[in-house]
């Protein structure tokens, strides 16, 4: 019998004694340690009554002992459904009812909590905290490794992460083997991983970021992994001595920027800075290239898809793109209501087709058919273009684009704009009801520590730069933006909370 993903992956591995994990406080797994804990944790869940195809969730820390859990689950054929630990239990009862998994795995101070909505649907429920230890770790113990891995092919369902359901409710997108098999091994030749990487990953594992991209990189490439429970900017400095990898979020350059110790010499022993899950801003870029000598690489995905493009390896890195398509990637820009392609340069939906993209959302069909082209191109949802040297920039999701007096507005060329101006830190741009234009553009914009730009010097600084129907009637001063806990910046939250400034009576 053959497992296509678990198969790979042991294919591929080093020599058993070889590290493959280490953690933040010194805890050290080799890849003999991990895949035999994996068995143990496969033989676990057949002897619980799981079957191949049957789901397992979970909403636990991050630790060495849930990266094993995951191959576990892929070695029995399960179907691994990781949940956001932020989540409140109101909010696990819908993933768990839509779901409807044979086990939920939590941190053991969360059990009681839980148990109401793992009843309702008849699941078990076992713990596993952030050290490792937890009454599911106790079963492996005790059990003896699976003979074998469950057969599954290349086109069976290994995991399915539920999208962040910013509008409407959370969308499950079913993850096949090859769907996160090929990816991995794209992305391991493309940003040229080894066996000599060592990836300092401090990124969460609920998220497809930090649990498949950058874990089954590692994998695919016999590497290994500095493993920490989350981002600290100190903790990071301190084992990247050790490391030639890493992988964040834009979070983790700003504040790593911050840092006194990151000086060119810090860094030097470094290869590779990866950036996703958010966009990064321009600024970033630049200053973390003028302090360290590296261009971050940024690339684009998502939870459907994984990874769709990357800045090169070797190459311009350009700020403010992420780059080209992958190889075995096709991506296109379209009119988002007929799907017709666009001229090089114009704005429009990106659509993407390749064996990364997901084979639907769980229990959704209608949704599922409404999200892909008659060709099999699926729509991201994401607005773009790609400019005269093939490099694709991404202008905002299309739900963002902003319709005022029927003029299209773009919300990422007013933040460009924004961005630029002395003192800007950063801004976001979304549009709110208007009793006669339909909607109207507002901004928030975080200020540079000690900066005094007013809203009347920035709408005075974008007159002369953006059409009248582009400016924003108004700007509000925060002192952050809101953000999911990946640091996407979460337009919503300032929608809501600014709905009613112009529908309100008297508003102008």
């Given at each position: ?29 080799t890849y003999g340690d991990i895949f035999d804990r994996a068995a143990r944790y496969a033989a676990v869940l057949q002897d619980m009554g799981l079957a191949p195809g049957d789901r397992i969730a979970l909403q636990i820390e991050k630790s060495a002992e849930a990266v094993a859990l995951k191959l576990g689950s892929i070695f029995a054929g399960t179907i691994f459904v990781p949940l956001n630990t932020a989540y409140t239990p109101a909010e696990i009862s819908y993933f768990v ?412």
């Open positions: 019998m053959s497992n296509h993903l678990f198969d790979l992956v042991r294919s591929r591995a080093p020599a058993l004694d070889r590290i493959f994990i280490e953690t933040g406080s010194g805890e050290r797994r009812g839509d779901a409807e998994p044979k086990l939920l795995v939590c941190d053991p101070g969360r059990r009681e909590a839980l148990r109401a909505c793992a009843d309702d649907v008849g699941a078990r429920v076992e713990t596993l905290d952030p050290e490792g230890r937890g009454s599911l770790a106790e079963l492996a113990d005790l059990t003896s490794p699976a003979a074998a891995p469950a057969s599954r092919g290349p086109d069976d369902i290994a995991a399915i992460l539920y999208t962040s359901g910013t509008t409407g409710r959370s969308k499950g997108a079913m993850l096949s083997h090859d769907n996160l098999a090929s990816n991995a091994l794209t992305l391991a030749e493309h940003w040229r991983f080894t066996r000599d990487d060592v990836l300092l990953h401090a990124l969460p594992i609920y998220h497809t970021h930090g649990l498949f991209v950058a874990t089954n990189v590692v994998l695919m490439a016999g590497a290994s992994m500095i493993f920490l429970p989350k981002f600290d900017a100190d903790e990071v400095m301190r084992h990247m001595p050790r490391a030639t990898t890493m992988m964040g979020v834009p979070t983790f350059y700003t504040r790593l920027l911050q840092h006194p110790g990151l000086t060119p010499d810090a860094t030097r022993h470094m290869r590779l800075f990866v950036s996703g899950s958010a966009p990064l801003l321009a600024d970033t870029h630049r200053d973390w290239r003028a302090k360290t000598g590296h261009a971050i690489l940024e690339r684009y995905g998502m939870t459907e898809t994984n990874m769709n493009t990357s800045n090169p390896y070797d190459g311009d890195r350009v700020a403010g793109t992420v780059g080209f398509p992958l190889p075995g990637v096709s991506l296109r820009i379209a009119d988002p209501d007929t799907g017709a392609v666009l001229p090089q340069g114009e704005i429009g939906m990106i659509e993407v087709k390749g064996p990364n993209v997901f084979k639907g959302y769980w229990r959704m069909p209608e949704k599922t058919a409404s999200e892909f082209r008659a060709d099999g191109f699926f729509i991201t949802g994401d607005l773009g273009k790609i400019d005269e040297r093939g490099y694709v920039h991404i202008v905002g999701r299309g739900k963002d684009l902003i319709i005022t007096g029927g003029f299209n507005v773009y919300p990422k060329e007013i933040e460009t704009e924004i961005d630029a101006i002395p003192g800007v830190v950063e801004s976001a741009v979304v549009g709110l009801p208007h009793p006669d234009f339909g909607e109207s553009v507002v901004a928030a914009v975080v200020r540079e520590k000690g900066a005094t730009v007013s809203e009347a010097a920035i709408i005075a600084q974008l007159s002369s730069k953006l059409a009248k129907f582009k400016q924003p009637k108004r700007i509000f001063i925060v002192d952050e933006l809101p953000r999911n806990t990946m640091g996407k910046v979460q337009k919503n939250v300032l929608r809501d909370g600014y709905k009613t400034l112009f529908t309100d009576k008297g508003a102008k």
